[in-house]
Structure formats: C-alpha cells, structure tokens
C-alpha cells in the first residue's frame, strides 16, 4: 500500500534562515506531487505541484521554492524566511493525469519567530 | 478553472443529531467532487469521492454525500453525529487533466 511522510513534523525558525521541509512517498509510481499551506483558520492554498522529476509548477509566488530530484521526493525550501511563511505545510499525492484522488501526509507545523 | 464554494464557517450541533454541510462548485463538466476531514494538527483524511454513477455516495464513518447536479451542489450528511466527528470539512472539485480546488472549510462543533 502507498504511504506519504512528512518531515520535521514541527519547526520553529527565526526571520532569515533557510528552510527544508521534505515529503515522500512510498508505493507508487510517477505520482503527481503538490504542496499546500494552510493558515491558521483558512483554507488549503496550493503552493506548487509537480508531475515528473524536475517538473515544477508554481501555483502563487512568494519567496519559497520546491524541487523534485527524485521520483517520490518532494521537497519545499526557502532561503529566508519570512514571519507570513507560518503555517501548516501538507504534502499530497495522487495518480495521473491529475484531477482524481489526493492523498496527504501528516503535515509540517512551522512556525517563523 | 473549477471552485468551491461552501457557505458555513462553523457549524455546531448536538451529538446525536442528525447533520448536513453545504458544499457548491462551479464547473463547465461533470466534476469529480470530494469530501475530506482533518481533525487538529492533522493531515486531511478522504471520507468519500463522487467520479459517476450513482449520485448518492457512502463513505466511511457514516458520512454520505449526494450529487445534485442541477443545483451545482455536493452537500455532506451524516444521520447521527458522535462527539469524535469534531474536526474541519473540506470539500473539493477536480476534472481530469486538472487538479483539485478546496473550499475554505467548514469547522464543526459538537455539544455533549
């Protein structure tokens, strides 16, 4: 069966400093691969998605970014944070061409201090 | 490009009653519609999924939903609420070769 990981599950980090959070899955194949943020109280915002390795599209720009160096790796990254890129960071996958089933992970709590 | 609307921030009923939540999209095709739960501090949990066929849809944990397309609509219900059900909805819309857009959620409460 396919399983998602998510990791650090939570993260306090000062204005400035760089940030990597990664996501894997286990059990499938070329799955498509999205990162979302979820504000205290809002809705799912789709940060950016991902349908082959090295295939990134970003959804809202902002001063992070994703990469993908491996099929069933997922990663989000910035370079300095900001006090706005607080939140809660979930991982999701699903089967291609898009459109159908997504499947979480756990999540990653940041908090930027 | 496809969205969600679900017009109920918080709901709050009382454990035993019965319960709906509201969702509505907007999409030139027929959908594929989702409900997913997350309780606090967690990732979302699939509950059901509409593709096609038959317009009522059970998922787990008693919930069903139905898919009314002439009122654009993909409401949630669950006959008899338990106090575990406390937890935020989210309803989402897709369509082949499209991802998913998710409505802002619905929080509910449940009182003893």
């Known amino acids: 069966s396919q399983t998602i990981h998510q990791w650090p599950a939570t993260l306090v980090q000062p204005v400035g400093s760089p940030l990597s959070l990664e996501c894997t899955v286990e059990?499938?194949?070329?799955?498509?691969l999205y990162w979302y943020r979820q504000a205290a109280g809002r809705g799912l915002q789709l940060l950016f998605y991902?349908?082959?390795?090295?295939?990134i599209s970003s959804e809202v720009p902002q001063n992070l970014s994703a990469s993908r160096p491996q099929d069933r790796q997922f990663i989000l990254s910035s370079k300095k944070l900001l006090l706005s890129d607080s939140g809660f960071y979930l991982c999701?996958?699903?089967?291609?061409?898009?459109?159908?089933?997504?499947?979480f992970g756990p999540g990653t709590r940041l908090t930027v201090l | 490009a496809q969205s969600v609307t679900q017009p109920d921030i918080h709901i709050t009923v009382s454990e035993g009653a019965s319960l709906e939540l509201r969702c509505n999209y907007s999409?030139?095709?027929?959908?594929?519609l989702f409900w997913y739960v997350q309780s606090p501090g967690q990732g979302l949990q699939l509950l059901l999924k509409?593709?096609?066929?038959?317009?009522l849809v059970q998922g787990i944990k008693g919930f069903e939903a139905e898919f009314k397309r002439s009122q654009s609509s993909f409401n949630l219900r669950k006959p008899s609420v338990h106090w575990s059900d406390a937890a935020e909805y989210f309803c989402?819309?897709?369509?082949?070769?499209?991802?998913?857009?998710f409505g802002a959620g619905t929080r509910l409460t449940v009182k003893p």
């Open positions: 991902s349908v082959g390795i090295g295939q």
């Open positions: 509409y593709f096609s066929g038959d317009t």
């Open positions: 059990g499938t194949s070329n799955p498509n």
């Open positions: 999701a996958w699903s089967v291609p061409p898009g459109g159908g089933t997504q499947y």
């Open positions: 999409y030139g095709a027929t959908p594929y």
């Open positions: 989402a819309v897709g369509a082949r070769n499209n991802d998913m857009r």
